[in-house]
């Protein structure tokens, strides 16, 4: 029997191309075991959990934290609190769409959104990963200069060192990167556990912080700062990670095998964002326990090194300040680069080696961080750094939408489809972000026209 002919080329050229995996080799690349207790299987799931938390205590979130709690000492506590748990859920929205769509977010939106949309939500995606790998990259070289007094604009040079670091940890498996992340989070909360000790907060305080206050809507200046705080917090590059690398766990494909991923990736999230709200909520109460008191407002991450020993009396409390810093750095660049690996080849499905593109990542923020080092100093790279978590917040929406539109589609998660209260209690938390994005916009319109 003859074969049957080879299809036409036009009929070839219209086959899909068949899906590849995030991450490349990472790509299920962690067994899970089928069978064993409770606690087995959430060792075998936590992981990445912990590499979006590092997103949520990053240098970014140092700024916002210091300014708020110096300026206006613990009324802002309740944002930080409130960004968390709306992080906590989008975040397992996230998971839940890598998991059961095996599609991360950049690729589900290529998948399901026409051309022009897709091209616009991928270059505000670039858009938030330059703006956090900024903050990343100018915390790291701050506590680079701090540390060891390497110049800035150097130090800014030395954080492209991280591209190597986590591609030599990949090759050695992912868990070694889980492994390394996991205890530079230790590093810092201890680092700043122990500051917190010294500083003595004041509880009654702390807990009149919780309860949500009107008078940032009345206070542009209060607004910014607690926009600032939201963008450094539910961060637009980590909706974009999550969903990628949940998908590094090995699966059968079953119902039950994703509905029990969805759950231990959902309890992995909350506990790493736990950790990751009590390190921001630290260093906010630190700031308003030592500098807002004095009047002292803190304008950057350096003024508050040099301010802590002598206020506190404690001669280490500068240089613990300065290893968290460095810590939380170092980690927040290693999940930076990989971000920006899975959006740009999730939308535009170019495969580039790893190495160029992690390296173009960290050229497109060590560049204009490097820039403004050399020109403006400290002062500058300080107000460039609140200004990125600000953009972040303005930019948090094209994320969000599009990751509450997918997970509530029957048609691309089937039975895992948001639930009612699931979709409504999302739209709450985008509209809110929305606003807070619009209403800081119009105020800055305001002030410069008025300027």
Not at 382 to 408: D, H, W, Y
């Amino acid at each position: 029997m003859t074969p049957p002919p080879p299809p036409p080329a036009s009929l070839a050229l219209e086959q899909p191309a068949p899906h590849v995996g995030s991450l490349g080799t990472a790509y299920a690349s962690v067994p899970v075991p089928r069978r064993g207790s409770f606690w087995r299987k959430l060792g075998a799931f936590m992981g990445p959990g912990y590499l979006i938390a590092v997103g949520y205590m990053d240098p970014g979130n140092w700024a916002t934290d210091l300014a708020g709690g110096s300026r206006y000492g613990y009324s802002l506590l309740w944002v930080i609190v409130a960004s968390n748990l709306m992080a906590m859920l989008l975040q397992a929205l996230s998971a839940k769409l890598g998991i059961v769509a095996g599609r991360d977010l950049a690729q589900a939106c290529r998948e399901h959104y026409s051309p022009p949309v897709r091209i616009l939500l991928w270059l505000l995606a670039e858009v938030a990963i330059i703006a956090c790998d900024l903050a990343e990259v100018i915390g790291t070289a701050v506590a680079l200069q701090l540390l060891f007094g390497i110049p800035m604009p150097l130090g800014v040079c030395l954080t492209g060192v991280n591209v190597a670091i986590a591609m030599l940890l990949e090759r050695r498996g992912f868990r070694k990167l889980e492994a390394l992340i996991a205890g530079l989070m230790v590093v810092v909360a201890v680092s700043l556990g122990i500051e917190l000790i010294l500083s003595r907060p004041d509880m009654a305080a702390i807990a009149g912080g919780l309860v949500p206050s009107a008078g940032m809507i009345h206070d542009p200046a209060m607004l910014f700062i607690a926009a600032g705080i939201i963008g450094a917090t539910v961060m637009p590059h980590n909706l974009y990670l999550h969903s990628a690398v949940v998908q590094t766990r090995q699966l059968s494909g079953s119902l039950s095998s994703k509905r029990e991923a969805v759950f231990f990736a959902t309890l992995d999230s909350v506990l790493a964002l736990s950790l990751a709200m009590l390190v921001n909520a630290a260093i906010l109460l630190l700031a308003a326990s030592v500098f807002h008191p004095r009047g002292q407002p803190v304008e950057d991450i350096a003024q508050a090194y040099h301010l802590l020993s002598p206020m506190l009396g404690v001669s280490a409390a500068s240089l613990l300040f300065a290893i968290a810093l460095l810590a939380s750095g170092q980690n927040s660049t290693l999940t930076g680069t990989m971000a920006g690996q899975v959006v740009m080849e999730g939308f535009t499905n170019l495969r580039m080696p790893v190495w160029a593109r992690r390296s173009l990542s960290r050229a497109l923020a060590i560049v204009p961080a490097a820039i403004v080092a050399a020109m403006f100093g400290n002062s500058g790279t300080a107000k460039l750094l609140l200004a990125s978590q600000v953009v972040l917040t303005v930019q948090l929406p094209f994320a969000i939408v599009p990751l509450i539109r997918l997970t509530g589609s029957r048609a691309v998660m089937g039975e895992f489809a948001n639930r009612r209260w699931v979709q409504w209690s999302a739209w709450i938390i985008a509209t809110l972000i929305a606003g807070v994005g619009l209403k800081l916009l119009f105020d800055l319109a305001r002030s410069t026209l008025v300027g």
